[in-house]
Every structure is written in structure tokens, then in C-alpha cells.
Nanobody
Framework: VQLQAFGGGLVQAGGSLRLSCAAS????????ISWFRQAPGKEREFVAG????????LYDDSVKGRFTISRDNTENTVYLQMNSLKPEDTGVYYC?????????????????WGQGTLVTVSS
């Protein structure tokens, strides 16, 4: 499977963006998918994750209440709705497929990564 992330852009603080992560084939529906981000000069960090069914979600505290992750397995797509954006949300956002029976937080748990999409939030 291949993942493609898109939807990034430049937005003012307080604004919204929706990111999409499209998968290349149907096996996407059996995998948990997460979003990570990497700010300039910083390590890649976990943002949000969703289980294969979409029933279970997990968020980093820094985005809880502002971001919503969801998925449409009929469209092989995972979304990240980002509201009330802050300058500190700036970075390249990646979607990734999690290996079974691994935790969400570590990037080592993921075996397939999208190419990343840049989000820039101006103050």
C-alpha cells in the first residue's frame, strides 16, 4: 500500500484546514492510521491516530479538542480536521500505517509513510 497526504497550506492563526491521506489499495481498511508532524529543527511527533474501524481515536494533548481524525474506508481515506490552528502547529504533516499490535506514539510502530504535506500557520 502507498499513502499520499495532501491538503496542507498557509492559514492564519485561528483558521482551519483539513488534511487527507489517501491509500492506494483496499487493505488500508484493516490498518490503524496516524498523523505525525515535524516542525523545523524538531523531531517527528505523534498528532492523532485512528483504529481500522474508526471507532477508536487517540490525540496528543496539544491538539485535543481542536483536531479530529476520521476515516472513510469506502474511499480508502483518513482525514485530519484541524481547527483553531496555532503557529506552533506549523510543520510537515505525515500520515502513516501502524503495524498490528504496536503502540501509536512511536514512529517505529509504522511501516508505510506518506510523503508529507506542509502546514504553515501565521500569527
Amino acid at each position: 500500500v502507498q499513502l499520499q497526504a495532501f491538503g496542507g497550506g498557509l492559514v492564519q492563526a485561528g483558521g482551519s484546514l483539513r488534511l487527507s491521506c489517501a491509500a492506494s489499495r483496499r487493505s488500508f481498511g484493516s490498518s490503524s492510521i496516524s498523523w505525525f508532524r515535524q516542525a523545523p529543527g524538531k523531531e517527528r511527533e505523534f498528532v492523532a491516530g485512528v483504529s481500522w474501524s474508526g471507532t477508536n481515536t487517540l490525540y496528543d494533548d496539544s491538539v485535543k479538542g481542536r483536531f479530529t481524525i476520521s476515516r472513510d474506508n469506502t474511499e480508502n481515506t483518513v482525514y485530519l480536521q484541524m481547527n483553531s490552528l496555532k503557529p506552533e502547529d506549523t510543520g510537515v504533516y505525515y500520515c502513516a500505517r501502524k503495524r498490528p499490535s504496536t503502540g501509536y506514539w512511536s514512529s517505529d510502530s509504522y511501516d508505510v509513510w506518506g510523503q508529507g504535506t506542509l502546514v504553515t500557520v501565521s500569527s
